[in-house]
């Protein structure tokens, strides 16, 4: 109807849209067309598959928004994602899936109880230090070293108050510089990377305009 369709592009923000054409739109404000689409006839269960996958951070954010927004007005959402830093802030249950098999499942904070432990994350000035620095984490860490983006390494450690201490103390002893160092509770990638040994897969840009 009408009102729905009103409805939906003031929740959409799509006020300046509604009457352009749907070519030209940016990546962000189509998937925002093509859900309000979706819910013309207001569905009690959604289907969303990758949703926000090629977006920017600004139209994902406001995606999940939507989302949000749609769970809370009573709407099932079953979703698909590649990130899983969108899967924490969405999902309400949460199956982890590798090469077609469920291999985990749970509320986020269970499935990050389960891996147990903290984490040290450090980001390093200069990508050259990595090996000294991951000698120096393999040191303290009750597992593996792993890459945290281009000069990230995080590790996980079972005293993290005491070996955030003792790493930046060889850290110093060792000349290396650092931008940042820490201690946090798992994430779902370090989940994901404990329960597979490999980090989550994310398609590309390249990949998602092919």
């Not at 109880?113 to 390093?124: D, E, M, P, T, Y």
């Not at 995080?154 to 005491?162: F, T």
């Not at 650092?178 to 980090?199: E, I, K």
């Amino acid at each position: 109807s009408a009102q729905r369709a009103r409805e939906l592009i003031e929740l959409f923000d799509l006020v300046d849209a509604q009457n352009r054409p749907v070519k030209g739109f940016s990546g962000g404000m189509r998937r925002r067309i093509d859900l309000a689409g979706a819910l013309v006839i207001n569905p009690p269960v959604l289907f969303l598959d990758e949703p926000t996958t090629g977006l920017d951070p600004r139209s994902r954010l406001a995606l999940w928004d939507v989302i949000e927004t749609l769970v809370a007005g009573g709407t099932t959402v079953l979703l698909t994602t590649q990130y899983l830093e969108e899967a924490d802030r969405l999902a309400d249950s949460i199956s982890i899936i590798d090469n077609g098999r469920v291999i985990a499942k749970g509320t986020a904070d269970e499935l990050k109880s389960s891996v147990g432990g903290q984490r040290i994350a450090v980001s390093l000035v200069s990508e050259s230090d990595a090996d000294a620095m991951r000698e120096i984490l393999s040191r303290y860490g009750s597992g593996p070293v792993a890459s945290d983006g281009a000069r990230g390494l995080v590790v996980p450690v079972s005293d993290g108050a005491d070996a955030l201490s003792r790493i930046m103390t060889d850290t110093a002893a060792a000349g290396v510089e650092l931008h940042d160092a820490g201690m946090r509770r798992p994430t779902l990638d370090d989940v994901f990377l404990q329960l597979t040994g490999h980090a989550a897969e994310q398609t590309t840009d390249e990949e998602e305009a092919a």
